[in-house]
Structures are given as structure tokens and as C-alpha cells.
């Protein structure tokens, strides 16, 4: 049996028309023209007024905290599941990421959890919309306008989601994408920020640029910065995905209704499920097992992969990995965060990339109900965590 890959995208020959323009022509007074008209156009499917490409939604949440001044002595506070990439700039600033916890439902950033995190010392918050889902926007908004924070929307999985009829991604001071060659919308490695503050723009594009005003002929630099640039290639690449956006995230929304078709109704697995007002287009299907099961999830995604097929574990808690946990904040976050600890060790995101049909959703499906019944018999003994 072919070995069923865990994500990646659909690339067609608009994408390679696009491309191979871009690397023919994208040169000399036409360098920025597949920046500008991805920019253009992205900003627009979102309904924000900018969007600035980048070679990473890590690098854009690096601008982001850096353009709205966070620096040393603040904190910032970020769901203690999610790619470390939403906590990792926040060190690169000098502040220090405060790990709350997350909501049972939705698995991103509880609003209680936030607003219990929150000290004299909160800057701001970084929301995740975590494998496509969407967490309470107005409750975490209204918080931290209440509290004097700045909300930064981490929106790198959630291309097409939508909350209250609005488009994730949208929300915030700042937002961030991911064009990670495993993302709905590619350009192999890429990132995209966006915004509705002009200045925050302003001072994004200069810091992304070694310090230098945009259009700057002379080389001259004010400030020591970065160089945090995506190139035309990329750009077109991702122009033709955005073009071709509905027909994506159509088949993302396919994938888990079949994967819902196969798996609901089985006791003890539970699927991404939408909170009210939201519409989520999952990025990642994912299920998180009951613990009578028996099974971890490096187990069940060892099983899995000696079948041919592919998984990734659900987020380890930030409080709980090497990178994080010796310090103080995720000591506190340990003891603090329930959900994300009961969650975490039982979750695994399913095959979802664009290439995946029906039969081989049906595939996955029977064996991981084969391993879960051998799993059931066996909470007795074999193949026990
Ligand atoms: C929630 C989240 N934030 C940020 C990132 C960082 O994206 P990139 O790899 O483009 O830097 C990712 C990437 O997977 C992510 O899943």
C-alpha cells in the first residue's frame, strides 16, 4: 500500500505557470510584481487593508511583537498548546510567554484562562486558531481591550475559518499567516503578516528590511534589523494557491466530513468540534482518544505508521517540552492548565493532506478502528502506553 502522507498540498499547473513566469521574467523593474499582486490580493480576500509577505509566520510574529514594542520586562501570553513557533518569538523578544490554558471544546486559548493570566506585566496576547479552529474572539478581544492589551491573531492554520461571519485572520492588531509546504494555502515556506495599522505596517516593513525605509536606494541603514523576505517565486506560488482558495479549502471541508462520516458515533474518539458563531475549515482533522484506550498518542501514531500511514501528535504542552520547561512560567502553567495536560497526551491529527480521497480516508479509518479495538481489549495488558 502507498504511504499516506499526513499533509501537503495541491500544486497544478497554474501553479507552475506562475512559477516558472516569476523565475523567467520576475527580475529588473517586474522584481516585486508577484509580491505585490499576492499582497493585494490576500489583504483583500481577508477584508484587511494590509498584507505584507514574509519567509515565515514565524518571522511575522517575530515583527509583530517587535513592531507593537514588545520587549524585556513584559509578558505575553499564548496558549500552552500550539506550535512552539506562536512562543518562540516572544523569547526572540526578550519578553517572557506566559502559558495559558485551553478550552476543551475548541482546544485554542480558554478566554478564562487568559484573563487569569493576565499581570501589570501583559503586553499581549497571541490567540492560535489552532488546526483551523477558532477560539472566542469577542471574549478574548473584549478582555483585553478591558485590560489594555494588544491581541496578535495567530491565524497560521486557519486560512478560510471563519468567526461571525468574519474571516480568521482578520482579528487583532496584527494577524499571521503560514505558507509551510504542509499549510492549505502553500508557497513552501512563507508567512504573510496583516494588519489595518499603518504604522504598525510601517515599522514592520522597515524592521524587515535591515533598518531601511522602504524604496531606500542609498543602503543606508538606521537601525540594526532583520532580513525577513519572501522571493518572487514563492510570491507567485502563492498568488496561484489564493486563486484557486475556495476549491482548497472545499476540500479541506470534504476531508473532514468524511473522516465525521467514518468516526462519529465510535465511543471514546472525539473529533475538532466548531464553537457557536464559528466556521471552522480544519487545517488538521484531529481526534483525541479516551484514556481508557490505553494508548498514547506516540503509541497509536507508531501503529499507524507500521501500517503506512502517517500522524502527528497533537501540540505537547509548551509547559512540558525541554525548550520551555525549566523555566518559572512553565512550572506555573503545569499545575495551571488542566485541559491542555488531559488533552494533550491523547490527541493525534489524522491524514489530511489535499491529496487524500474518500478510500483512502476510509482506509485509515478501518485500521485505526482495528488498533483501537485490539487497544480496547488490551487496556488489560498489551499494547499499553
Ligand atoms: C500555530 C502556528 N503558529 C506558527 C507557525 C509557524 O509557521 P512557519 O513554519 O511558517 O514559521 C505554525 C507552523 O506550523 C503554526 O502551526
Redesign the pocket.
Known amino acids: 500500500m502507498e504511504r499516506i502522507s499526513v499533509a501537503g498540498p495541491s500544486i497544478t499547473q497554474k501553479e507552475i505557470d506562475y512559477v516558472t513566469d516569476a523565475v523567467t521574467n520576475a527580475w529588473y523593474a517586474g522584481a516585486n510584481i508577484y509580491h505585490d499582486r499576492f499582497e493585494k490580493a490576500f489583504a483583500e480576500y481577508l477584508g484587511v487593508r494590509y498584507a505584507m509577505t514574509l519567509p515565515?509566520?514565524?518571522?511575522?510574529?517575530h515583527l509583530a511583537l517587535l513592531a507593537l514594542g514588545v520587549g524585556p520586562g513584559d509578558e505575553v501570553i499564548v496558549p500552552d498548546a500550539?506550535?512552539i513557533?506562536?512562543a518562540a518569538p516572544i523569547t526572540y523578544v526578550g519578553a517572557t510567554p506566559v502559558f495559558a490554558d485551553i478550552d476543551e471544546r475548541t482546544w485554542c486559548l480558554s478566554a478564562k484562562s487568559f484573563e487569569a493570566c493576565i499581570t501589570p506585566k501583559t503586553r499581549a496576547v497571541i490567540a492560535?486558531?489552532?488546526y483551523g479552529n477558532v477560539p472566542d474572539l469577542d471574549a478574548i478581544e473584549e478582555i483585553a481591550r478591558r485590560r489594555g492589551i494588544v491581541v496578535v491573531e495567530?491565524a497560521?492554520?486557519a486560512i478560510g475559518s471563519e468567526y461571525r461571519g468574519r474571516k480568521t485572520g482578520s482579528f487583532g492588531a496584527a494577524s499571521?499567516f503560514?505558507?509551510?509546504g504542509?499549510?492549505t494555502l502553500t508557497t513552501g515556506?512563507?508567512?504573510m503578516l496583516v494588519t489595518n495599522d499603518e504604522k504598525l505596517l510601517a515599522r514592520a516593513q522597515f524592521l524587515r528590511d535591515h533598518g531601511r525605509t522602504p524604496g531606500d536606494k542609498m543602503f543606508f541603514n538606521h537601525e540594526v534589523a532583520y532580513k525577513y523576505k519572501m522571493s518572487s517565486m514563492q510570491a507567485a506560488l502563492g498568488l496561484a494557491q489564493l486563486e484557486r482558495i475556495e476549491e482548497l479549502l472545499e476540500h479541506k471541508r470534504r476531508i473532514f466530513k468524511w473522516y465525521e462520516e467514518e468516526l462519529t458515533g465510535i465511543e471514546g474518539i472525539t473529533l475538532n468540534s466548531a464553537a457557536p458563531n464559528t466556521s471552522p475549515v480544519y487545517w488538521m482533522v484531529t481526534i483525541v482518544l479516551d484514556p481508557k484506550f490505553a494508548l498514547s498518542k506516540e503509541r497509536l501514531m507508531e501503529l499507524m505508521s507500521e501500517r503506512n500511514i502517517d500522524c502527528r501528535p497533537f501540540f505537547h504542552p509548551l509547559s512540558s517540552i525541554p525548550a520551555y520547561r525549566e523555566t518559572e512560567q512553565a512550572a506555573a502553567a503545569r499545575a495551571r492548565n488542566v485541559v491542555s495536560y488531559r488533552i494533550a497526551p491523547y490527541g493525534l491529527n489524522l491524514p489530511s493532506a489535499l491529496n487524500m480521497t474518500e478510500e483512502k480516508i476510509r482506509t485509515v479509518c478501518e485500521t485505526l478502528r482495528t488498533i483501537l479495538g485490539r487497544g480496547v481489549t488490551a487496556a488489560s495488558g498489551a499494547d499499553r502506553p
Do not use: Q, R
Not at 56 to 61: D, F, H, L, N, V
Open positions: 515565515s509566520c514565524t518571522s511575522a510574529i500550539t506550535w513557533a506562536s492560535v486558531d489552532l495567530d497560521a492554520e499571521v503560514s505558507f509551510h504542509s499549510k515556506e512563507g508567512g
